[in-house]
Structures are given as C-alpha cells and as structure tokens.
C-alpha cells in the first residue's frame, strides 16, 4: 500500500533563512503530490501540487521538486517569514483520495 | 466563493449526547469529505461521497453517521461517542484533484 513519511518532525529556522522540508513515499502507482499547510486552529492549506510529469515546480517564494527515482520530495520555502511557522503535510493524491504525511512542525526564530 | 464552512467550531457533549457536525460549499464540487485529525497528526479519511453517494467508509465505528442531504451540504451525526473520538473533525470538497478543507470542528467528549 502507499505510505507517506517525512524525516523530520520539527524543523526551526532563522527568519529570512531558506527551509526545506522533505518527504519520502512507496508504491506510488501515479506520482501526484500536494503540499498542504496548517495553521494552529485551521485547516489545511494547500500550497502547491506536483505531478509525475514534473520534477519540478515553483510558486511565490515556494518549490516543490520530486525525485522518482529515490521516491522522495521536498517543500523549500525562500526567505522564511513568521508567517510560515505552521505544520507541513505532504500528500499523495490518488483520484481525489489523499493520504497524509506524518507532517513537519515548522518554527521560525525571529 | 471558495470556502468551506463548517458548523460548528467547538462542540462538547457528552457519551450519551446525540449531535451533529455540518458542512456546506457552494463550489460546485461534487465530492466531499470528512476527515479525523488527533493533535499533533496528520487528517485520516473517514468517509468520502461522490455524486451524494457514499463511495467511501474507511471502517468508521457505527456511531459516526454520515449524511449528504444534497451536492453543497455534508453532515456528521454523532451518537453515544467515547472520549477517544474527541478530535478535529475536517470537511473537505474536491474538485479535478485539489481538495478545499474547512476550518475544522473541535470535539470534546466527555
């Protein structure tokens, strides 16, 4: 079955610095990957999305790159703001059906 | 309109309390779902309907009863509910893959 995983719980990074945040999966039949923020109190967020035809994509101050060879994808967030401290959730996206990551707590030191 | 509200935001009741959770978009999606979210992890899916039809129940216990009364509504019903069911309880609407969640109802069972 597929399963979602990232390395590392908790992530804190200086304000301004860049972030990553990885994500490792298996058995993917079809590589279709979102990234998903939450905000304490909230509900998830989407941020930006890959698919298996990308190994790369890029929003505002975002990049997603997918690696299908190693199973494995990264969030790298540029100039860390404040705004960012949140938990981040990678997601496999099967036919409208999505499965969670483990999610990463992301704080960032003013 | 791209949100999706959820009512209400904090709920407690008690084990032997009937209750319900709302949901409602007006997106024109025409899947929609609930998802269950202990603190400190990721959403787990709990049942999705597609069309008004339920095509989904990922072995939920009886006592969480879902309901689609039409395409832009979604209820919870919650009956005789354990202290362990106390959670975040997510909607979300999908449409061509990307999956809008709401707020998220807090609750508590005492």
């Known amino acids: 079955g597929e399963s979602v995983g990232l390395h590392l719980p908790t992530l804190s990074v200086q304000e301004g610095d860049n972030s990553i945040i990885n994500c490792a999966y298996s058995?993917?039949?079809?590589?279709?990957f979102i990234w998903y923020k939450q905000e304490s109190g909230k509900g998830p967020q989407f941020i930006i999305d890959i698919r298996s035809n990308m190994d790369k994509r890029q929003g505002q101050r975002v990049t997603v790159l997918l690696n299908k060879t190693v199973k494995h994808l990264s969030l790298q967030i540029a100039a860390t703001q404040p705004g960012d401290s949140a938990v981040y959730f990678c997601?496999?996206?099967?036919?409208?059906?999505?499965?969670f990551g483990g999610g990463t707590r992301l704080m960032v030191k003013p | 309109d791209t949100e999706v509200t959820q009512t209400p935001k904090h709920l407690v009741m008690g084990m032997t309390n009937k209750k319900s959770l709302k949901c409602e978009q007006h997106m024109g999606h025409r899947a929609m779902y609930w998802y269950k979210q202990k603190a400190k992890k990721p959403p787990e899916l709990m049942f999705v309907?597609?069309?008004?039809?339920?095509?989904i129940n990922e072995s939920v216990p009886s006592r969480f009863s879902p309901e689609c009364p039409n395409s832009s509504l979604l209820n919870l019903h919650l009956h005789a509910l354990q202290p362990e069911d106390s959670a975040l309880y997510l909607c979300a609407s999908a449409q061509d893959g990307e999956l809008f969640f709401g707020e998220g109802s807090r609750l508590t069972v005492l």
């Open positions: 058995n993917s039949a079809s590589d279709y």
């Open positions: 997601a496999h996206n099967a036919g409208n059906m999505l499965t």
């Open positions: 309907y597609s069309y008004e039809k339920l095509s």
